[in-house]
């Protein structure tokens, strides 16, 4: 592509904005392959999926494109993980994209055409990453880029992750170990990755392997979102997380059947008010829509959730200010789900409120409160998680507002006009309501 040189100044600015740009300000949006692909995802699943979001999602804030685990493993299967698999890496022990699932990333390119693509829809790339080394590259005892140390010296052989076989954990108090973070970092900095969900290290919490990883996407200058998994991750590490990362888990892995979901409201009601930019609890992805078609568990299907189950995940996650990192099929997305993730007032209630948590519980009726932007009105958000039907009052003195607010309903976009003293939410089973609340 031809650059004129006018031109050049203005582009240097952005890429010099885009690399001071601090890391999720607001709740992390995009989509992740595990919930449809498992290990399988392919270059053209990808692009598929990230040509549906700037498309159709884009102008609402979703912007990441998140390829998940065992992208290096040329016979990646579906349901599960190959052990021992040979996945494919650099002569310094790096993970590197199998070339027959992802071909443009031959010849030593790595994932740097790929996400070129994506940048150039406008969108933000982001990999899956095991902790640690992997155990070929210590078997064959390979040098670790730019450092002395070689990968036997630093891996701690008996760090092992329980459901994966993939990775030494490493010992950081062995010269060299940071180093290899510092290798890994540089070279997803220039492949141009802006996303990374580390794995197998908040559940127990790795530490020092957590500041090492903080450590180099410092070092590298570019922005790099930082994501933990699998959860769940403990409260009495917060401060911890906020300083080190991006966003935590909160939960394991968070599926389709509403049981989860009702213990999805007592993890986050732990973790309820401290999201703040740059630092986010995570309720984990959302499994909507077309999942399942090569996945983990289960097979190809629509979401076992039904419509007011699946608002209500898309209300619960919004109130709470988690990231919304869609798990679905993007490009056979249903319209009743498209309708979901494209309500910019709904959105707006994750991306621009703060504070959310729980104010009331009794039995299967749920109310949490968030603050709007204008520091005056409240969002509102009203569950029932019963088998039945459900009329759940509030009164707005309750919620230290005055006695006159006016009420919209930010699902139906609609205005329910100037309410005294309170309001009764009829709410249907397993379902919810989102409002904004304006004193008057």
């Known amino acids: 592509m031809r650059i004129f040189a006018p031109l050049l100044p203005a582009l240097a600015f952005l890429l010099a904005a885009h690399a001071a740009e601090p890391p999720a300000a607001t709740p992390p949006m995009g989509w992740n392959s595990w919930d449809s692909y498992g290990t399988t995802v392919t270059e053209d699943e990808v ?9 159709n ?3 609402y804030g979703w912007q990441y494109v998140v390829i998940d685990i065992q ?7 579906a349901h599960g993980y190959r052990p021992d698999a040979a996945l494919a890496m650099d002569s310094n022990g790096r993970l590197i994209p199998a070339a027959n699932r992802f071909p443009s990333s031959a010849g030593g390119l790595g994932f740097k055409p790929l996400a070129d693509r994506i940048h150039a829809l406008g969108l933000r790339f982001g990999i899956h990453i095991m902790r640690g080394i992997p155990r070929r590259a210590v078997a064959a005892n390979l040098p670790v880029a730019g450092s002395q140390a070689h990968a036997a010296e630093i891996a701690d052989i008996h760090s092992l992750c329980p459901w994966n076989s993939d990775m030494y954990g490493l010992d950081m108090s062995r ?8 290798s890994l970092l540089r070279l997803y900095a220039s492949w141009g990755v802006d996303f990374i969900k ?7 919490v790795h530490r020092e392997e957590i500041a090492a990883l903080d450590s180099a996407i410092q070092k590298t200058g570019r922005s790099i979102v930082l994501s933990l998994s699998p959860g769940p ?17 909160i939960a394991d892995d968070f599926w389709d059947d509403f049981r989860s979901l009702r213990q999805m409201f007592l993890l986050l009601s732990v973790w309820g008010g401290v999201g703040h930019p740059g630092a986010w609890p995570d309720a984990d992805m959302l499994p909507l829509g077309h999942i399942g078609l090569r996945a983990e568990r289960g097979d190809d299907r629509t ?6 189950e699946a608002q209500t995940v898309m209300t619960l996650w919004s109130i709470a200010q988690s990231p919304l990192m869609f798990g679905g099929d993007l490009p056979t997305t249903d319209a009743f789900t498209l309708s979901l993730i494209t309500n910019e007032e709904v959105l707006e209630v994750n991306q621009h409120g703060a504070h959310g948590y729980p104010v009331s519980e009794s039995g299967d009726r749920i109310v949490w409160t968030a603050a709007a932007p204008d520091a005056r009105s409240k969002y509102l958000a009203v569950f029932n998680l019963g088998a039945n039907a459900a009329d759940i009052h509030i009164d707005w003195p309750a919620l230290k507002l005055p006695e006159t607010c006016t009420l919209r309903d930010l699902w139906k976009k609609a205005d329910a006009g100037k ?15 989102l409002y904004k609340l304006t004193p008057q």
Do not use: C, E
């Open 47 to 55: 692009l598929a999926n990230a040509a549906y979001m700037a498309k």
């Open 57 to 59: 999602l884009k102008s």
């Open 71 to 77: 992208w290096s493993d040329p016979n990646a299967k």
């Open 175 to 182: 010269p060299g170990a940071q180093d290899y973070y510092d």
């Open 198 to 204: 580390a794995d197998d290290i908040a559940r127990p």
């Open 233 to 249: 991750a403990t409260v009495k590490d917060l401060s911890f997380f906020q300083d080190n990362a991006n966003m935590w888990r």
């Open 303 to 308: 979401s076992r959730f039904t419509h007011d």
């Open 419 to 433: 309410i005294p003293a309170g309001f009764t939410f009829h709410i249907p089973p397993h379902g919810s309501g």
